[in-house]
Nanobody, 116 residues
Framework: HVQLVESGGGSVQAGGPLTLTCDAS????????MGWFCQAPGREREGVAV????????FYAEYVKGRFTISRDNDKNTAYLQMNSLKPEDAAVYYC??????????WGQGTQVTVS
């Protein structure tokens, strides 16, 4: 079965970097788009970045463009979200997700990012 496990969250000072990792298993990783989403307290879960299966196309929410980079290693079944210049408003639980059809039906458990 599909498993997605995020890691790398933690506490960071504003302006600092943090890299999240998503380890995937239970399916043919290279066949599917991957996405990163976040959810702050009291807010809806929202998309942060998406990367196509080959890694050749990426898309970002406007508020992270130029600061965050999504990438993937299809040999390691891993996706990454490199976050730079973090702001207090970036604090949230970050989730990785696997695409299926026109949605993201598979989700990890999330990793907390705190920015002070």
């Amino acid at each position: 079965h599909v498993q997605l496990v995020e890691s790398g969250g933690g506490s960071v000072q504003a302006g600092g970097p943090l890299t999240l990792t998503c380890d995937a298993s239970g399916y043919t990783y290279r066949h599917y788009c991957m996405g990163w989403f976040c959810q702050a307290p009291g807010r809806e879960r929202e998309g942060v970045a998406v990367i196509y299966s080959t890694g050749g196309n990426t898309f970002y929410a406007e508020y992270v463009k130029g600061r965050f980079t999504i990438s993937r290693d299809n040999d390691k079944n891993t996706a990454y979200l490199q976050m730079n210049s973090l702001k207090p408003e970036d604090a949230a639980v970050y989730y990785c997700a696997r695409a299926g059809g026109w949605s993201f039906p598979y989700w990890g458990q999330g990793t907390q990012v705190t920015v002070s």
